[in-house]
């Protein structure tokens, strides 16, 4: 199966190059050439897609979702009748929307098991190739202990989503196998408290070094790395020393922690969107008050933390924690990021080529020969303006694996 997306230009991220006239072949999913059309050959007997008015680039990357989170606020007695099947049944409109607004891949943060990864990957429902964490890990009391103070625990695990309160280096260890036998491609810690968690708080620290480093190692061990929701101070330290690839949030980085993000073995994924989503839902009185008094404490600190990281040149990935706000409104963080001073080419290349890097996926974020065939569509320079990839009516093709899976109006 060949196909021949016609488009009016392409934009290679990487480079900043914009080709006019362009073309994209893709052959059995995968790109066989991207380009000029005149320099770029067109078997006769390829399918052609025609995109004309549009610019062709890579298809979005975004580095932290959860697909299962319902991403209209939290509403504790809608979790408590919530059955597990439903909620998984939740992932399959996210996918949806997700893929709607452009980002054909994603790194889910937490809550989507393998199955719903492998599911996409067959064709059971359209959706974005993903990597998964499975259950993100911590302390007893911490971020994603979901015990409340009447007594409650609504984290129910499922066999093939494990418990995800650990305490204790060898429990650690344990705890890190189980989440690599059920299916993770990477492995999420929560190194500090947050704001969507009842019992504890943003800026205070959580697990030890000694646990993140058990983690860090077991992860290493099996081919994979560690992503920590990081976002007190202290918490972005111990996760770096105990060498964690990506730092989620980081409300408060100061100039030791960005220092030690300058080695180059990490990244940063700031989800600039997340706290304005707890505050929408809060105006919207969908959210219990002690996420709303926490959202908002923190975003003026969140904006300062990751303004300083982005003119110190840290590496930064495209991530932003959709779950939390309605899936498929992903695009919105680009402006975020642009207002704190990221070039639009930078905010671009943060959700393809850098991204892709930033969590180890080949072959996506890019539209070399041999990249998966995925690619979007929107009328007009996305480097001129953001917004053509800030909403999903303005994304008018996408496409996957070849397939369209998305065609607007022009
Ligand atoms: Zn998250």
């Known amino acids: 199966m060949i196909q021949a997306v016609f488009g009016d230009a392409l934009l290679d991220p990487a480079s900043g190059d914009t080709a006019k006239d362009a073309v994209v072949v893709i052959e059995d999913g995968r790109v066989k050439g991207a380009g000029k059309r005149d320099a770029t050959q067109v078997p006769k007997d390829a399918e052609k897609i025609d995109a004309s008015g549009l610019t062709l680039l890579p298809g979005l990357i975004d580095c932290h979702v959860h697909l299962t989170s319902l991403g209209e606020g939290l509403d504790l007695a809608r979790e408590l009748t919530t059955p597990p099947t439903f909620e998984l049944m939740r992932a399959v409109r996210a996918a949806r929307r997700t893929l709607d607004a452009g980002f054909t891949s994603v790194r889910d943060a937490a809550g989507s098991p393998a199955g719903i990864k492998m599911a996409i990957e067959q064709g059971y429902f ?21 015990h409340f103070m009447c007594g409650a625990d609504l984290d129910i695990p499922l066999p093939d989503r494990p418990y995800s309160v650990v305490d204790g280096v060898e429990n650690m260890r344990v705890r890190v196998r189980e989440v690599i036998r059920a299916g993770a ?9 947050g704001v969507l968690s009842p019992g504890d708080q943003p800026h205070h620290a959580a697990l030890t070094i000694e646990e993140i480093k058990a983690a860090v190692e077991e992860a290493r061990v099996h081919g994979r790395k560690v992503m920590a929701h990081a976002q007190a101070n202290a918490g972005i330290k111990n996760a770096l020393k105990a ?17 030690m993000m300058l080695d180059g073995r990490n990244g940063l994924v700031p989800t600039l969107v997340a706290p304005h989503w707890v505050i929408r839902h809060a105006e919207a009185g969908k959210m219990p008050s002690y996420a709303i008094a926490k959202a908002k404490a923190v975003i003026d600190d969140h904006k300062a933390s990751i303004k300083l990281a982005i003119e110190s040149g840290v590496k930064v990935a495209f991530g932003t924690d959709t779950g939390v706000g309605p899936h498929g409104s992903n695009g919105e963080e680009f402006l975020l990021m642009h207002e704190l001073g990221m070039e639009p080419l930078d905010c671009i290349r943060a959700a393809t080529n850098v991204a892709a890097e930033t969590i180890g996926m080949s072959g996506v974020g890019s539209l070399e020969p041999g990249c998966w065939g995925d690619l979007i569509g929107v009328a007009g320079d996305p480097v001129a303006d953001l917004q053509l990839l800030a909403r999903p009516d303005n994304v008018k093709l996408v496409v996957k694996g070849g397939d369209v899976v998305k065609r607007g109006l022009n």
């Open 126 to 146: 359209p959706g974005p190739r993903m990597f998964v964490t499975v259950s993100a890990l911590s302390q007893t009391g911490g971020h994603t202990d979901s």
């Open 185 to 193: 491609d990477w492995i999420k810690l929560c190194t500090s408290g």
């Open 243 to 259: 060498g964690v690839s990506t730092i989620e949030h980081a409300i408060w980085l100061d100039g030791d922690a960005i220092e």
